[in-house]
C-alpha cells in the first residue's frame, strides 16, 4: 500500500493551521521566548513545495504572538554548534534576555565525532541544563529523529539513541517538556530531508512545530499551568 504524501500545509495531518495552533495556545502565559543552539534550533532546512519558508521556531514565535502581540524572540541558535560551543557562545546573551520559555538543543553536534565520549557530552548538557534552569524558564527539547543520519558511521542509530536516552533523562532530571520525535511518522516521509540529508525541509519544519505547540497546550491544560491566569487573550487574525 502507498501511503500519499502531503504536498501542502493545508492537506498535512501532522500540522496546524494557525488560527487553530494559536487557540490551542491562548491562554499561553510566555512573554519572552528564547532558542539556543544549533541547526534544529535554529530552524535550518530547504524550503518544500506548499509550506511557508519558515523554520519551526519562527512558526511558534509567530503562534505565541497571535495571542500575545508583544512577545519578544531571540534566537541565538547556530549551525553546527556544539552543546560546549553554545553554551560558550549564546548563554550570556540569553541569560541576559531573561526567556520564561527557553528551548534546548540536543546534543546532535556533539555526536558527529569518530569516538563520542558519552561521559563527557552527559556533563556538557547537564552544565547547558543548569545554566538554562537558573532562568526559570520553562524548558522545552526535542528528541533526535530516526531520519537524521550521518552514513559514515555505521553505529549512528544507536548514537542518536544514547544522545536521545541523555536528553529524556536530563528533561526529567530538570523538568524540560520533551517534544519526541525519534518515532514519529514523518520520519519514514520520502521528502523529509534537505538535499544536505540530514536537516528536516520546511515541510518537516512545519510539523516540528505543530508538535510543540501540541506540547505546550497539553502543559496549559496542567492544574498548576492553569492556576493564577487571568482570562484568555486575544487571537489575531
Known amino acids: 500500500m502507498t501511503v500519499a504524501i502531503p504536498t501542502t500545509e493545508e492537506t498535512d495531518p501532522f500540522c496546524l493551521p494557525p488560527l487553530e495552533a ?3 495556545l491562548y491562554d499561553a502565559p510566555w512573554q519572552r521566548f528564547g532558542v539556543i543552539g544549533d541547526s534544529l534550533s535554529a530552524g535550518t532546512g530547504d524550503p518544500s513545495p506548499g509550506y511557508a519558508t519558515l523554520g519551526w521556531p519562527d512558526r511558534v514565535a509567530d503562534i505565541l504572538r497571535r ?3 508583544d512577545l519578544e524572540y531571540v534566537n541565538t541558535a547556530t549551525d553546527g554548534a556544539t552543546t560546549v560551543e553554545t553554551l560558550r557562545r ?3 546573551q540569553m541569560l541576559e534576555f531573561a526567556p520564561d520559555l527557553l528551548h534546548l538543543p540536543s546534543g546532535a553536534n556533539d555526536i558527529v565525532r569518530r569516538t563520542p ?4 557530552i552527559e556533563q556538557n548538557l547537564r552544565d547547558m541544563y543548569r545554566m538554562a534552569a537558573s ?4 524548558l522545552t527539547v526535542f528528541t533526535l529523529g530516526k531520519a537524521y543520519v550521518v552514513p559514515v558511521f555505521p553505529d549512528w542509530r544507536d548514537r542518536v539513541r544514547r544522545v536521545n536516552d541523555l536528553t529524556r533523562t536530563l528533561a526529567a532530571e530538570f523538568g524540560a517538556t520533551v517534544i519526541d520525535m525519534w518515532d514519529h511518522p514523518i520520519n519514514d516521509r520520502p521528502n523529509l530531508l534537505s538535499a544536505d540529508g540530514i536537516h ?3 515541510a518537516g519544519q512545519a510539523v516540528l512545530a505543530a508538535e510543540v505547540v501540541k506540547q505546550l497546550a497539553h502543559l496549559l491544560e496542567a ?3 492553569r492556576a493564577g491566569h487571568g482570562g484568555p487573550h486575544r487571537i489575531d487574525h
Request: a negative charge; charged letters at 20%; hydrophobic letters at 40%.
Open 22 to 24: 494559536a487557540a490551542l
Open 200 to 202: 528536516f525541509s520546511t
Open 90 to 92: 549564546q548563554a550570556d
Open 135 to 138: 532562568t526559570g524558564a520553562r
Open 117 to 120: 565520549d558519552f561521559g563527557e
Open 67 to 69: 495571542v500575545r502581540p
Open 223 to 225: 492544574p498548576t499551568m
